[in-house]
C-alpha cells in the first residue's frame, strides 16, 4: 500500500453534472499529480499541484480544475460532465521541488461513470 | 510524441519463463522512467525505476534496461510466477517538468 487514499471509490453522474474526486497524499509529500485512465488505456495527466499551486496541465478543458489544501490532499473537480468523461482517475503523490519531483506513488482511483 | 510507445499489448507466458515488454520515446529532454504494475481494480503500483544516468538496473527477478542513445527502455521479468499476471505500464518523465507520459500497457498473462 501506498498511503495514498482516494474517496469515493465509485462515483455515477449524469451528463452535464459537476464531480468533486478528494485525493490524501502520503505522509511527507508535498505534491498531488492527477491523471485520467480511460478503459484499456495508460494514464493521462490532468495536472500537478505543487504546494497549493498548479504546476503544469495536460490537454484537458478548463472544466478540468482543482485545488491543493495546507494539508497536501488535493481535490478534482470536473464542470459540464460528458460522457466521455468516464474513467479512472487516479491521483499520484510525490516530494521534492517545483521542477524535479521523485518518485510518484498512486492511490487506488476513483472509478467515475457518466451515463 | 509526448507519449510513450509500448510493445506489445498483449504477452502470454509459462510460468518461469522470461517477459520482456519494450518502450520506446522521442523526448531527448527524458531523464527517468519508472515502471508499473496495475491489477485489477487497483492504482498502478512501481515496481522498479531507472535514470537517464544509468543503463540497467535489478531488483531480484525485475530489471530494467535503457538505451539513451536509441531512446528505448525495457522491462525483463525472469522466472515469471502467476502472480506476475497484470497490466504493466511505462512511462518516462521529461528533465525539468515533472509531467509524467505513459505508455497504452502490456496486459503478461502467466499460465501455470
Known amino acids: 500500500e501506498t498511503g495514498v487514499t482516494q474517496s469515493p471509490t465509485h462515483l455515477i453522474k449524469t451528463r452535464g453534472q459537476q464531480v468533486t474526486l478528494r485525493c490524501s497524499s502520503q505522509s511527507g509529500h508535498n505534491t498531488v499529480s492527477w491523471y485520467q485512465q480511460a478503459l484499456g488505456q495508460g494514464p493521462q495527466f490532468i495536472f500537478q499541484?505543487?504546494?497549493?499551486?498548479?504546476?503544469g496541465r495536460g490537454n484537458f478543458p478548463p472544466r478540468f480544475s482543482g485545488l491543493q489544501f495546507p494539508n497536501y490532499s488535493s481535490e478534482l473537480n470536473v464542470n459540464a460532465l460528458e460522457l466521455d468523461d468516464s474513467a479512472l482517475y487516479l491521483c499520484a503523490s510525490s516530494r521534492g521541488g517545483a521542477q524535479e519531483q521523485e518518485t510518484q506513488y498512486f492511490g487506488p482511483g476513483t472509478r467515475l461513470l457518466v451515463l | 510524441g509526448e507519449n510513450v510507445e509500448q510493445h506489445p499489448s498483449t504477452l502470454s507466458v509459462q510460468e518461469g519463463d522470461s517477459a520482456v515488454i519494450k518502450c520506446t520515446y522521442s523526448?531527448?529532454?527524458?531523464?527517468?522512467f519508472p515502471w508499473y504494475k496495475q491489477e485489477l481494480g487497483k492504482g498502478p503500483q512501481l515496481i522498479i525505476d531507472i535514470r537517464s544516468n544509468v543503463g540497467e538496473k535489478k531488483d531480484q527477478r525485475i530489471a530494467v534496461t535503457l538505451n539513451k542513445t536509441a531512446k528505448h527502455f525495457s522491462l525483463h521479468i525472469t522466472e515469471t510466477q502467476p502472480e506476475d499476471s497484470a497490466v504493466y505500464f511505462c512511462a518516462r518523465r521529461v528533465y525539468n517538468f515533472n509531467k509524467f507520459y505513459f505508455g497504452s500497457g502490456t496486459k503478461l498473462n502467466v499460465k501455470p
Open positions: 499541484y505543487y504546494r497549493e499551486e498548479e504546476n
Open positions: 523526448d531527448s529532454a527524458s531523464n527517468y
